[in-house]
């Protein structure tokens, strides 16, 4: 009697760093930009180095409402100044400053351009002005350069105050105008085709819930994914749902691919007789990636369709959707966009749970930090509970094999992070 010939193996599982380094090599920024004006540049990624063509500030200025004076008029702040220093001018923000005369002082007020010959700004607390404004008497002495902010002192000319790169937010943006930019250059946005796959799913408003037949299931993942792609800057084109049959992925993944940089799916890449995604992407192009080292999540893919659009699959499952999307779809939609730096910091914390449980997978588990200072854990880590993604506020990485006790410190992700 012959053995039944044995199936043939699996490969192993690829760690999760090892996928992203693999996706993160075959991002290649995308080609063409556009100009945009800055007040509209929120969330897009500057294209070219903001360099500043002035200083600023542009001239040394006051940062306190007083009096400019040349410190050595005040030297001694005692009887000397009894009668206090003649008020020779009053400077507001936006006038120009005339030299300031010796043995005289300046009314002076915060932004106000200081006058050739002072050297430092009396705060108005530490002066009492005398004879109705006229004079002023000083009463406590300055040290030099006190309260005076010299030119340049925050952007020199010629600065590169933005590189490439840069994911613009409020502050880059505020940095941008200080240097007299009205417009900025900006890679251009990737083009997203997003299609969920299944027999089971249902739109919300379609079917009433009391209407619901057996087995079917609202689509929630068309509705975070897409909403995670328009934070990340993208272009992103619902192609709705696809049925579970080989030619109608086909179709969709060949309509979606035309004038995309990326198709992203959501279903149908794991093993069953009903996931159609994997085989169709690589009847039209190839699949480079499957199954990740990863939990939730494994059942993720890349490829390319056509030779030219990116192709990734995610889980169905929509905590495995969500957590598959901020690990390795997100950064590499970051990298398309120029961005350098497209790993979300990790922050050390203390577990304020048990986790007896050792995978052979890295898991990342939902987790919100507690009123102790540490991180509690949400009692179902299911892929499928998607309430922990809203109770949470971030997840805790925890290496493949490892257990975690109560007062361990782990590592720490918060979603304000890993989502941004």
Known sequence: MTA???????????PLDDALAELLAQARPLEGTDEVDTFG???????????????VPPHDNSAMDGYAV???????????LAAGLPVSQRIAAGSAAAPLAPGTAARIFTGAPM?????AVCMQEDCEALDGGARVRIQAVPQPGQWVRAAGEDIEHGQTVLAAGTRLGPA???????????????????????????????????????????????????FFLRAMLLRLGCEATDFGIVPDRRDATEQALREAAAGHDLVLTSGGVSVGEEDHVKPAVAALGRLDLWQVALKPGKPFAHGRIGGHTHFM????????????????????????????????????????FDWPRADRRREFL????????????FPHQGSGVLTSTVWGDGVVDNPPG???????????IPFADLLA
Do not use: C, W
């Not at 040349?70 to 000397?80: I, L, M, T």
């Not at 939902?366 to 854990?377: Q, T, W």
């Open 313 to 352: 699959g995610l889980p169905g499952n929509p905590v495995s959707s969500f957590i598959t999307f901020a690990l390795l779809v997100r950064p590499f939609l970051l990298r398309l966009q120029g961005v350098r730096d497209v790993v979300p910091p990790v922050v050390a914390a203390r577990a304020h």
């Open 115 to 119: 006058p050739p010959g002072a050297d």
């Open 172 to 222: 880059a943006l505020g940095l941008a105008a200080s240097i007299g930019l009205a417009r900025l250059r900006v890679a251009r946005r990737p083009r997203v085709a997003l299609f969920s796959t299944g027999d089971e799913l249902v739109m919300p408003g379609d079917v009433p819930p009391e209407r619901m037949p057996p087995g079917a299931i609202y689509n929630s993942n068309r």
């Open 4 to 14: 039944a010939p044995r199936a043939a193996s699996r490969p192993p599982l690829k």
């Open 70 to 80: 040349r410190r050595a008029d005040v030297a001694d702040a005692g009887a000397a």
């Open 402 to 412: 490892h257990t975690i006790a109560h007062g361990d410190t782990v590592r720490f």
């Open 41 to 55: 540049a929120d969330g897009r990624v500057l294209a070219v180095d903001a360099v500043s063509p002035l200083r």
């Open 366 to 377: 939902r987790v919100r930090r507690d009123a102790a200072g540490g991180l509690a854990l």
